[in-house]
């Protein structure tokens, strides 16, 4: 009897002491793998300034049944998620994006540098630092293409990132820079930092992780030590990323500088890390300039970065490889076009000359058009990837349509 009683309490006092523990303390007890504290992790990469296609691909992962409790967000991406951390009602973030102030936000964008020369004549320098082959630190401060809207301008952005249950947390990644001063002498130190911005508990869940880029290319200006920042808001998040190299300059927070969320623009080891589930946009390669042009910063390929996540194990892939040809009339990304004279009437010429063009919308009624044609790319796109069975998807857009038909009217 004596000895039964000794096993039943120690048997006892065994479970009481396994059901204290923390869920990974406790998996890894009875040798399982750690519990992962995100069920399904949505990646927002890059997608420049045509991001509302992300609003759609959310808002089909909401009706499909399939929603993130995490968005992971790059650049022009982080908008979106932005969006989406300020407005959990989707009939809510619909009437935002299709609202007059966001229509000025997006009208801040002006163009800085014209002339596409001066930056032409930089990319033969971009190709030895793409290889490492860069004695001094890159100058990122020098003719910026434009001047980034400042997020904190919209008060929906300048918020704490969320903590509750009601909306998806928010992970949005930039790159601190490591100097100030450009080309001066880097003797062989690593440039840049991966930075995640990010509510305090999910800030938990990364303390101590690795940068993807920086311990997977060694070779390039990254640092494997990445950085958690709990202290900003989304606003101060969102320009850090979308202040991306050549672009815009470098975004000054607390007396530190970001650069954008070009530092990894395919996080799919964190989103691996975080969640059991991952849905992740199929995108085009970058074009040749943006390459080298990153590339030349942070001296590794993005190219080669994405054929190595393409072969990576993702839930869900969502293919968007023709958005630069579906959207092409609804984009609002810059372009190079011939002019005889410029926008601002200042001075004509004989010859066409070639000047880079922010493509804004002539006025609000165009801009709600681009607006919801972008949407629609995302939730079709979306449905797409996310639901396999071909009957319910054809339900979901017909739904769609039926409400499209309702607004019309």
């Known amino acids: ?39 399904h992790a949505m990646i927002f990469s890059g997608l420049a300034l045509d991001f509302t296609a992300y609003i759609g691909l959310y808002d089909a992962a909401l ?9 992971i967000a790059t650049s022009g991406g982080a908008v979106a998620a932005g969006i989406i951390a300020a407005f959990p009602d989707k009939e809510e973030r619909k009437k935002f994006i299709e609202s007059e102030d966001f229509y000025h936000f997006m009208s801040d964008l002006e163009v800085k540098s014209k002339r596409p020369s001066s930056f032409v004549a930089r990319l033969p320098r971009f190709v030895p630092r793409t290889y490492g082959l860069a004695p001094l ?13 400042i997020p904190s301008n919209q008060t929906e952005f300048d918020r704490p990132f969320p903590s509750g249950t009601d909306r998806p947390k928010i992970i949005i990644i930039a790159a601190k820079l490591e100097y100030s001063k450009a080309n001066a002498l ?14 305090q508990q999910t800030g938990e869940y990364l303390s101590g992780m690795e940068s993807p880029v920086g311990a997977r290319f060694t070779r390039s200006a990254v640092q494997a030590n990445a950085e958690v920042r709990t202290d900003f808001t989304v606003a101060e998040g969102l320009l850090a ?14 007396g530190e500088l970001y650069t954008g969320g070009a530092v990894d623009l395919w996080p799919v080891e964190l989103a691996h890390e975080l969640a059991g589930d991952i849905t992740l946009p199929k995108l085009p390669d970058l074009s040749r300039t943006i390459e080298l042009a990153f590339g030349s910063v942070f001296e590794y390929s993005n190219k080669k970065r994405m054929r190595e996540v393409q072969e990576m194990s993702v839930s869900k892939w969502v293919d968007m ?45 165009a801009f709600v058009e681009r607006i ?18 071909e009957e319910m998807r054809q339900g979901f857009l017909a739904k769609r349509l039926q409400k499209l038909r309702d607004r019309n009217d």
């Not at 009706?63 to 968005?71: A, C, K, M, T, V």
């Not at 630190?137 to 809207?149: V, W």
Request: hydrophobic fraction near 35%; aromatic fraction near 14%; glycine fraction near 6%.
């Open 186 to 199: 880097r003797i062989g130190k690593k440039l840049f930092t991966e930075t995640w911005f990010t509510d």
């Open 137 to 149: 630190t890159p100058n990122l401060f020098r003719k910026p293409l434009s001047e980034a809207p």
């Open 1 to 39: 009897m004596y000895k039964f009683w000794h096993k039943f309490i120690l048997i006892a006092v065994s479970l009481c002491g396994a059901a204290g523990l923390a869920p990974s303390a406790r998996a890894q007890e009875q040798g399982l793998p750690p519990a992962k504290p995100f069920k």
């Open 63 to 71: 009706e499909s049944g399939n929603e993130p409790d995490l968005i």
């Open 372 to 389: 919801r044609t972008q949407y629609e790319y995302g939730y079709e796109r979306g449905l797409g990837g996310l639901v396999q069975d």
């Open 321 to 365: 490889e023709d958005n630069r040809e579906v959207l092409k009339d609804s984009s609002f990304w810059f372009k190079v076009e011939m002019l005889k004279q410029e926008q601002d009437g200042s001075r004509s010429y004989l010859i066409p000359r070639p000047r880079v063009v922010y493509t804004a919308p002539a006025n609000y009624e």
């Open 241 to 254: 990323s979308i202040s991306e190299p050549y672009l815009f300059v470098p975004a000054c927070l607390n």
